[in-house]
């Protein structure tokens, strides 16, 4: 009975923190928290008994982090071995403890998600890569799945997250039950995002930044938070304009707030209560 209390109150404190609010900033007590996490090995990962699988955390909310950690506390199959909110340090903390399981934000301090599920897999193939976004979009699904991620899950579907490690362990995909409906929608209309067919040739690095350019973002702020140079962000806008047969920067900014506009007015379609 305790146990199922204590799932209850992580998941309403997942769905209750699960929003961004303001500019994205590194947690610093929790990177130099995890900081001790490099030089020593989690309690209970090995040793007489059972051997646990060890589970990295990577997301930029705090509470949402905390949240999951705390599911992960209630299981006898997994322990946490490092968590963070800044894609560097979550590169130290898979490097050193080769953890089997990650779970990762789509959106983090300094980084795309994205980005840095490709250079898991690239790192250790073998490691299962569950994909944690903040709500439930079947494009970002698609993306996750297509860089190597073998779950994904919202933030509301957190009751979900043990069950999906047993599954991608096992080698099966996971998809959670709120998002599998929009994704067999978006299949069966043939495109990622109706009326933007053009947008579907943009990398997944370009439709990061097309997506930081529609919510107003200038490039100096880009270039800061992606970690690049200026050069490169204009380099990026440049083949951005090409794909999308567009002139001017202008062109290319209203062309990235129409895009989102329409993605966020297709989700509340698909699922009111994503808002």
């Known amino acids: 009975m305790q146990q199922r209390k204590n799932k ?19 947690d610093k007590r929790t990177v130099y928290g995890s900081k ?10 090995s040793g007489k008994g059972l051997t646990k699988a060890k589970v990295l955390v990577v997301h930029r909310i705090g509470f949402v982090r905390a949240g999951v950690i705390s599911l992960i506390g209630e299981s006898v199959q997994f322990v946490v071995c490092g968590e963070t909110d800044a894609a560097p340090l979550a590169r130290e ?26 250079e898991f897999r690239s790192l250790n193939p073998v490691a299962a890569i569950l994909a944690l976004s903040e709500y439930a979009d079947p494009f970002s699904a698609q993306r996750a799945f297509r860089a190597g991620a073998r779950a994904y899950l919202t933030i509301d579907d957190a009751p979900e997250l043990l069950r999906a490690f047993d599954k991608i362990l096992g080698g099966h995909p996971h998809v ?19 009326g933007y067919p053009d947008v579907n040739n943009l990398s997944d690095r370009e439709l990061e930044i097309f997506s930081f350019i529609g919510r107003g973002v200038s490039v100096s702020e880009l270039a800061s938070e992606l970690h690049v140079s200026v050069k490169t962000i204009e380099t990026h806008q440049m083949r951005m304009k090409e794909k ?32």
């Open 8 to 26: 209850r109150h992580a998941a309403r404190a997942l769905k209750r923190h699960g929003k961004p609010a303001g500019k994205l900033q590194p």
């Open 36 to 45: 001790k996490l490099l030089t020593q090995e989690p309690d209970g990962v």
């Open 93 to 118: 903390l898979f490097l050193r403890h080769k953890p089997n399981l990650v779970v990762i934000g789509l959106r983090l301090c300094g980084a795309d998600g994205i980005q840095l599920i490709k």
């Open 176 to 194: 959670a039950a709120s998002v599998l409906p929009l994704i067999l929608s978006n299949f069966a209309a043939g495109t990622k995002h109706s």
């Open 244 to 275: 999308l047969a567009l002139h001017t920067a202008a062109e290319l900014r209203q062309k990235a707030r129409e895009w989102l506009a329409k993605s966020a007015v297709s989700r509340i379609r698909e699922d009111p209560e994503s808002e």
